[in-house]
């Protein structure tokens, strides 16, 4: 089985080191396979900062509320 983040994994070092940044992940669909992971790597995030959202999350902006499956850099 391969890691879908490989930085998630025990003793990995993070692609950010002594970066404060803020990482959310959203994923596009709900599954089994997606809670197991969350559970397993749920303290790593933590360390990482990063937050993962369900994927029915939506976001609201500018008066407009709509799914929140966009990736933007």
Partial sequence: KRPSF???SPG??????GCPLQVTLIPTFDSLVMHEWYQETHERQQE???TVLGSNSTVAMQDETFPACKVEF
């Fill in 12 to 17: 990995a070092v993070p692609m950010w080191p």
């Fill in 6 to 8: 490989p930085f998630l």
């Fill in 48 to 50: 990482l900062g990063i």
